[in-house]
């Protein structure tokens, strides 16, 4: 985790810092044996091992004020470090009223942290409450799922996913005036969001208006053709074919009027649309295209390789899905298809196989999706609850 967040500069800083502590403390305790040196130790060592499962120093003043106070028994007990130390003995009133103070004031400011409630309690209630008024229809639920998520947004204001989450509850209620308002905000905050076009494309179903509702969608797919790989996809494919057709048609109107095969970012995504909608043909085209300005696009080699495979030109396929492969390391679609094809991959896989960059595969992704992740993000598909 401090590998992937802060490179080396930031582990050889953090390893040095820790070494000096540990330096100091053992050097404390084998030359006097204190019992305090080993109490500090050992909680130093516990909180590092939190942070290294999940990393919250910087979010919680209770955890800073747990380390701080270990730190400032370290250089009290180094009369290096301070010109006079602070004894904590019973005998020294003075300093052991200090000590005895800060401790009380720290378990309390823990206590506090743990008891009062904060934007999680409020969204896991809400979602809560929201699950259960989907699955019996209580009004009260919905009452409760909404006090709860509208509370965790006033603390958040910044958060759109949150909004996003409350137009969802108002549209599975009924309520499509104020879900059309949030949506509106949304869509005039992040126009290229395509979670949000979905959300808009949805009220519209719901509002009988299929040719907006086909222009949002359109848009989406454009924005981000992953959604075509999504189960409400799939449901609009198999219960609303016209609509289908009509999405199906902007695109390809889309595709013919703007010059895409210029943009090889664009180029690639017209690609996977029109292999979602069976144009192999073109699709190919484009995808070829992309990768001739571009040819670090893993998902371009992925999609050649799906066309090859309904093709049934397998040579092909195994050539282009090892090129995503090695440019989708972490990709568990492409390893199954390469896989399936070619089974003797999986022996030269383990054989080569990285421990470290497998440990690490997960985190990172985490670490890219969540950790650095802009509240106003417009373009990554985000969580949905209350589908």
Same mark, same amino acid.
């Given at each position: 985790?401090?590998?992937?967040?802060?490179?080396?500069?930031?582990?050889?800083?953090?390893?040095?810092?820790?070494?000096?502590?540990?330096?100091?403390?053992?050097?404390?305790?084998?030359? %006097?044996? #204190?019992?305090?040196?080993?109490? &500090?130790? +050992?909680?130093?060592?516990?909180?590092?091992?939190?942070?290294? $499962?999940?990393?919250?120093?910087? @979010?919680?003043?209770? &955890?800073?004020?747990?380390?701080?106070?270990?730190?400032?028994?370290?250089?009290?007990? /180094?009369?290096?470090? !301070?010109?006079?130390?602070?004894?904590?003995?019973?005998?020294?009133?003075?300093?052991? =009223?200090?000590?005895?103070?800060?401790?009380?004031?720290?378990?309390?400011?823990?206590?506090?942290?743990?008891?009062?409630?904060?934007?999680?309690?409020?969204?896991?209630? *809400? /979602?809560? %409450?929201?699950?259960?008024?989907?699955? $019996? *229809?209580?009004?009260? @639920?919905?009452?409760?799922?909404?006090?709860?998520?509208?509370?965790?947004?006033?603390?958040?204001? #910044?958060?759109?996913?949150?909004?996003?989450?409350?137009?969802?509850?108002?549209?599975?209620?009924?309520?499509?005036?104020?879900?059309?308002?949030?949506?509106?905000?949304? !869509?005039?905050?992040?126009?290229?969001? =395509?979670? %949000?076009? &979905?959300?808009?494309? #949805?009220?519209?179903?719901?509002?009988?208006?299929?040719?907006?509702?086909?222009?949002?969608?359109?848009?989406?797919?454009?924005?981000?053709?992953?959604?075509?790989?999504?189960?409400?996809?799939?449901?609009?494919?198999?219960?609303?074919?016209?609509?289908?057709?009509?999405?199906?048609?902007? &695109?390809?109107?889309?595709?013919?009027?703007?010059?895409?095969?210029?943009?090889?970012?664009?180029?690639?995504?017209? *690609?996977?649309?029109?292999?979602? +909608?069976?144009?192999?043909?073109?699709?190919? =085209?484009?995808?070829?295209?992309?990768?001739?300005?571009?040819?670090?696009?893993?998902?371009?080699?992925?999609?050649?390789?799906?066309?090859?495979?309904?093709?049934?030109?397998?040579?092909?396929?195994?050539?282009?899905?090892?090129?995503? =492969?090695?440019?989708?390391?972490?990709?568990?679609?492409?390893?199954?298809?390469?896989?399936?094809?070619?089974? @003797?991959?999986?022996?030269?896989?383990?054989?080569?196989?990285? +421990?470290?960059?497998?440990?690490?595969?997960? %985190?990172? #992704?985490?670490?890219?999706?969540?950790?650095?992740?802009?509240?106003?993000?417009?373009?990554?598909?985000?969580?949905?609850? +209350?589908?």
């Amino acid at each position: 985790q401090l590998l992937v967040e802060k490179g080396i500069a930031g582990v050889v800083l953090w390893g040095v810092l820790l070494l000096t502590i540990l330096m100091k403390l053992m050097t404390s305790t084998f030359k %006097y044996w #204190r019992i305090d040196s080993f109490i &500090i130790l +050992f909680a130093i060592l516990l909180l590092a091992g939190k942070e290294m $499962t999940f990393a919250v120093f910087e @979010d919680f003043p209770g &955890i800073q004020v747990m380390y701080i106070v270990p730190l400032a028994g370290v250089m009290n007990m /180094c009369p290096s470090c !301070v010109g006079r130390p602070v004894s904590v003995r019973a005998k020294n009133k003075w300093g052991f =009223a200090v000590m005895s103070g800060m401790s009380v004031l720290t378990m309390l400011g823990i206590v506090w942290c743990w008891c009062k409630t904060d934007t999680p309690d409020f969204i896991m209630d *809400g /979602c809560k %409450y929201g699950s259960e008024y989907l699955k $019996t *229809g209580n009004k009260k @639920d919905l009452q409760k799922a909404l006090k709860c998520l509208n509370q965790a947004s006033l603390l958040n204001p #910044r958060d759109n996913i949150l909004q996003y989450n409350i137009a969802m509850l108002y549209l599975q209620s009924g309520r499509l005036d104020e879900a059309s308002d949030i949506l509106d905000t949304l !869509v005039s905050r992040c126009s290229s969001n =395509a979670l %949000y076009r &979905i959300g808009v494309g #949805r009220l519209k179903m719901m509002q009988d208006d299929m040719l907006m509702a086909s222009k949002e969608y359109t848009v989406a797919a454009i924005l981000d053709p992953r959604i075509v790989e999504d189960a409400q996809w799939e449901e609009i494919k198999a219960d609303n074919p016209e609509l289908y057709k009509m999405i199906a048609n902007n &695109i390809f109107q889309f595709s013919l009027k703007k010059d895409c095969l210029h943009d090889p970012i664009m180029s690639s995504k017209i *690609g996977k649309l029109m292999l979602e +909608f069976e144009h192999y043909e073109e699709a190919e =085209a484009y995808l070829k295209g992309a990768l001739s300005m571009l040819p670090n696009l893993g998902r371009a080699w992925y999609n050649l390789g799906l066309i090859a495979v309904r093709k049934q030109e397998y040579s092909e396929a195994d050539y282009y899905l090892r090129k995503a =492969a090695f440019l989708l390391p972490g990709d568990e679609s492409v390893r199954e298809y390469l896989l399936t094809l070619n089974p @003797d991959a999986l022996v030269r896989e383990k054989k080569n196989g990285n +421990f470290l960059k497998k440990r690490a595969e997960e %985190y990172s #992704r985490k670490f890219r999706t969540w950790y650095r992740r802009d509240p106003d993000t417009e373009v990554i598909l985000s969580v949905e609850l +209350f589908k």
